[in-house]
C-alpha cells in the first residue's frame, strides 16, 4: 500500500490547482509593461499524461487576457517532458525539455499558428518552472517574435490551492 495514500498526503499526481498569490509581471520591448493573475489547473485520468489549463487575467480590470490547455507527457525511464499546448491567440506548440530536481526547461520544438494570426508572429517560446523550497511555484516564460530576439515575456509565482 501506498503510505501517502494511508496518510491521506496527496499523491504525486493529485489533480491540483494553483493560483498566483501576487500579480505576475508582463513585458517584452514592442509592448507596455502590465501586471496579470493566473490559475493553472492539472487533472489526469489515471495514464500516465496531465492535462492542463491556465487561464490568466489582466490583475487591474480582471480582463481574460491569455488562455492555454494541453497534455504533459513524460518519456517512460527518463527525464524528459514535453507539453503539447494550444493557446487561444491561435497557436498551437509542442515544447519540450528535461527535468532536473525541481526544475523545468522546455524550449519550442514545433510551432503553427493560425493562417489569420496577428503579427509579430512568435518564432519560439523558452519556459522555467521552478518548484521553491516554500512550495511556491515560479513561471518564466521568454520569446522571440519576428521582430524581436528571444527576451522574457512573463514572470509569475503561484501556490497550490488544492
Ligand atoms: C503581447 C505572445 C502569454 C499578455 C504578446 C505578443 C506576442 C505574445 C507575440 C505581441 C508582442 C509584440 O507586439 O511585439 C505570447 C505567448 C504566450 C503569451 C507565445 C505564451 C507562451 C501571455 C500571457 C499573458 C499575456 C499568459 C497574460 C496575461 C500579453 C499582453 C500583450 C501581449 C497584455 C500586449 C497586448 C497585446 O498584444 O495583446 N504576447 N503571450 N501573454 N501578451 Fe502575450
Redesign the pocket.
Known amino acids: 500500500r501506498d503510505p501517502a495514500e494511508s496518510s491521506g498526503a496527496r499523491p504525486r499526481l493529485a489533480p491540483g490547482l494553483w493560483e498566483s498569490d501576487e500579480p505576475?509581471e508582463?513585458s517584452?520591448?514592442?509592448?507596455?509593461p502590465?501586471r496579470?493573475?493566473?490559475t493553472l489547473h492539472f487533472t489526469h485520468v489515471g495514464q500516465p499524461v496531465i492535462n492542463f489549463m491556465?487561464n490568466?487575467?489582466?490583475a487591474e480590470s480582471k480582463k481574460p487576457?491569455?488562455?492555454?490547455c494541453g497534455f504533459i507527457r513524460l518519456q517512460p525511464g527518463t527525464n524528459r517532458v514535453a507539453f503539447i499546448?494550444a493557446?487561444n491567440?491561435g497557436?498551437v506548440?509542442i515544447e519540450e525539455g528535461e527535468l532536473t530536481g525541481r526544475q523545468l526547461t522546455l524550449q519550442t520544438h514545433a510551432l503553427a499558428r493560425t493562417s489569420f494570426a496577428?503579427?509579430?508572429?512568435?518564432q519560439q517560446?523558452s519556459?522555467h518552472f521552478q518548484l521553491r523550497a516554500d512550495g511556491r511555484l515560479e513561471q518564466t516564460?521568454s520569446?522571440a517574435?519576428g521582430?524581436?530576439p528571444l527576451m522574457q515575456?512573463?514572470h509569475?509565482t503561484y501556490r497550490r490551492c488544492s
Open positions: 505576475g508582463g517584452f520591448p514592442t509592448i507596455p502590465f496579470y493573475s493566473e491556465f490568466a487575467f489582466h487576457l491569455h488562455r492555454e499546448i493557446q491567440s497557436i506548440e496577428r503579427e509579430p508572429h512568435v517560446i519556459r516564460v520569446m517574435t521582430d524581436q515575456h512573463l509569475i
